[in-house]
């Protein structure tokens, strides 16, 4: 498999590297210290990349209702993801797992995509093709809602169940019918099989699924741009996509409203939330 090599990453983190960063107030489209509008530099390098890639987190979905995982208001303040997010969890008390995995999908079915869902999937109508690509860390299925196409579900989704013992991989509300009503009958059982079956999420010591995660790897090295968006980069190796990104000399931008680890050494920072920033860089 193809990792970003050790000396990207030494580059990535220098902070000589460092070429714009913009404080918070530009978010309300004010001009940067050259003059130029910053919103307006974006919406020119989105037009002229031959392919851009958002990658996505937990942020982006905030302002759609859904809480993040970290931070004062994150999930994992109040739950703890070893016992309610792990293998070792789910192996051990699977209906204990299923609660918690129900109560986040009941939740999340009642959320709709935000502005940033919507603006992303416009960008991708208008690069056509393989010109524009979402690499998600959300389970959520907003993106898809929100009419984007172009989709890597590097930790799965919410929606789905895995058999780990045939294989079987099914859309859970209408293969299994499990909803609120049903919640009761936790966990499910396979269909083909009736094993035990795991949400369709990356459970913490799971590695990721090998077809979405090369196919991301691959996305990510042949991209000129990056927009990286509502993540707060801790969780490996999803954090390392930037790197290959940057192995291929694209440009990253992130869009966050606090600072992350990686924020100075991205080429642009843009401190915001994602349904303020990402209408703005759209032209309709
Ligand atoms: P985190 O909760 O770690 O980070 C969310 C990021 O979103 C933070 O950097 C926030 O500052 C930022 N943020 C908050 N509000 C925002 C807004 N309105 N607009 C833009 N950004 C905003 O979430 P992730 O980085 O996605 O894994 O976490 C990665 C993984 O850790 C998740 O996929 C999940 C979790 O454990 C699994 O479930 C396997
Ligand atoms: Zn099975």
New binding site residues.
Partial sequence: MDYPSLLSIAVLVMPVFIKKYVCQKHTCGCSMANGADFFAQIRDMLAGSKRVVFL?????S??SGIP????ND???KSYD?VKL?SLSAFLENPSLVWEFYSYRQRLIRKCRPNP?HVAISRIEDQKKGDGCWVLT???DGLHRCAGSKNIVE??GNIFKAKCIQCGFYGDMDMDMGVDAAAAAALPPKCPNCGSVLKPG????EEALPQKEWAKAIGIASSCDLMLI???????SP?NALPFCAKDNKAVLVE????E?WLSRSMDFTLK????DVLPRIVTY
């Fill in positions: 996505t987190g937990a942020g982006i905030k302002e993040t995982f970290r931070g994150g999930l994992w993801p997010a940033a860390q959300n389970v590097l930790h999420v990356v459970l913490f968006v509502g993540t707060s980069l801790n969780v999803a869009v966050n409203p606090e992350t915001g939330s994602a349904a």
